[in-house]
């Protein structure tokens, strides 16, 4: 299966700070990438798809980038409500695999 | 609305059996892809299974493998786990998840709310 190694596992930011979130592959999956938003006590929710396509509804701070191996998602301004775990997720082949996440929390 | 519930998580004793319902409602169920996901407690996000929009193909993780089986009834919109011979491993909240390349979306675009197994004695 291919791993998803994500860092860091977590941070500490503050409200208006740029976040960049990093994920790799242990091997080349082309653009098959998406990254999740998960709230606490509720299922994740997509915020980029295909590596850098945004989601429908999702803001336009939230942008991905990357492909073959390594990938990001950044927040350029981070909002109160962005404070979740975030995941990223491979689609390219089964098993889709899921990177560990990162936990962003308030400074 | 497009929605997915989940029903039939609870409590089972290891070795036991549970079947997970995923009904669906507010697109075509038929079009899509549909996989169940799982989350132990305090843990990531898990693949566990996927099953093709005609319930001809089905992927499973290795440590499911024989043991659960993804199947769909179109006719009704719904997916379904069986779960057999659990483990304590496998206690978890339960989502099954939309595959939204049926609609030109790479990856999970809905959810549902997630069921949770609990594997005790």
């Known amino acids: 299966a291919i791993q998803m190694t994500q860092s860091p596992s977590s941070l500490s930011a503050s409200v208006g700070d740029r976040v960049t979130i990093t994920c790799r592959a242990s091997?080349?999956?082309?653009?098959?990438l998406g990254w999740y938003q998960q709230k606490p006590g509720k299922a994740p929710q997509l915020l980029i798809y295909a590596a850098s396509n945004l989601q429908s509804g999702v803001p336009s701070r939230f942008s991905g980038s990357g492909s073959d191996t390594d990938f990001t998602l950044t927040i350029s301004s981070l909002q109160p409500e962005d404070f979740a775990t975030y995941y990223c997720?491979?689609?390219?082949?089964?098993?889709?695999?899921f990177g560990q996440g990162t936990k962003v929390e308030i400074k | 609305e497009v929605q997915l519930v989940e029903s039939g998580g609870g409590l089972v004793q290891p070795g036991g059996s549970l079947r997970l319902s995923c009904a669906a409602s507010g697109f075509s169920f038929v079009s899509y892809a549909m996989h169940w996901v799982r989350q132990a407690p305090g843990k990531g996000l898990e693949y566990v299974s996927a099953i093709s929009p005609y319930g001809d193909s089905s992927s499973y993780i290795d440590s499911v493998k024989g043991r659960f089986t993804i199947s769909r009834d179109n006719s009704k919109n719904t997916l379904y786990l069986q779960m057999g011979s659990l483990r304590a491993e496998d206690m978890a909240v339960y989502y099954c998840?939309?595959?939204?390349?049926?609609?030109?979306?790479?990856?999970?675009?809905?959810w549902g709310q997630g069921t949770m197994v609990t594997v005790s004695s």
């Open positions: 091997q080349g999956i082309r653009n098959d």
């Open positions: 998840a939309r595959d939204g390349y049926g609609g030109d979306i790479d990856g999970y675009d809905i």
């Open positions: 997720l491979q689609d390219y082949t089964y098993p889709w695999t």
